[in-house]
Nanobody, 129 residues
C-alpha cells in the first residue's frame, strides 16, 4: 500500500520561505505523477504544483509560478515543495498526492480532475502579514 506523509508546515511571516516534504513509500521505483494541493477554510481544494518523476511534465498554478518549486529526490522517494516569497493568501492545509500508474501525458488530467490515487494527511502552512 502506498503511503504519503507530509511535513514541513509552519507559521511564517509574509516574505518568508518554507520547504514542504512528502515522504512516499510502498511503491516501486518506477516513475510516477506527484503533486501538491492546498485548501483553506471555505475554499475549494486547488492544485499548486505537479510533476512526472520521469521528467518531461511539470505544472504550476499561476498564483505560485516563480515563487514555488516542486522537486523530487528519487534516492529517498521524497517530493518537495520549496515555497519562497510567501503571502498571507498562501495560508492553507497543503496535501501531497501521487499516482503510480501514470505517464507524463496523464499529469494534466490528474491535476485538473484531482483524481490522484493516493493522498497524504496534510501539513498546515500559515503566513501572517
Amino acid at each position: 500500500q502506498v503511503h504519503l506523509v507530509e511535513s514541513g508546515g509552519d507559521s511564517v511571516q509574509a516574505g518568508g520561505s518554507l520547504r514542504l516534504s512528502c515522504a512516499t513509500s510502498g511503491h516501486t521505483n518506477n516513475p510516477y505523477c506527484g503533486a501538491w494541493f492546498r485548501q483553506s477554510p471555505g475554499k475549494e481544494r486547488e492544485a499548486v504544483a505537479g510533476l512526472y518523476t520521469g521528467g518531461g511534465a511539470i505544472y504550476y498554478d499561476l498564483s505560485v509560478k516563480g515563487r514555488f518549486t516542486i522537486s523530487q529526490d528519487n534516492a529517498t522517494n521524497t517530493l518537495y515543495l520549496q515555497m519562497n516569497s510567501l503571502k498571507p493568501e498562501d495560508s492553507a492545509m497543503y496535501y501531497c498526492a501521487a499516482d503510480m500508474r501514470c505517464s507524463l501525458f496523464d499529469l494534466a488530467v490528474l491535476i485538473h480532475r484531482q483524481s490522484f490515487a493516493y493522498w497524504g494527511q496534510g501539513t498546515q502552512v500559515t503566513v501572517s502579514s
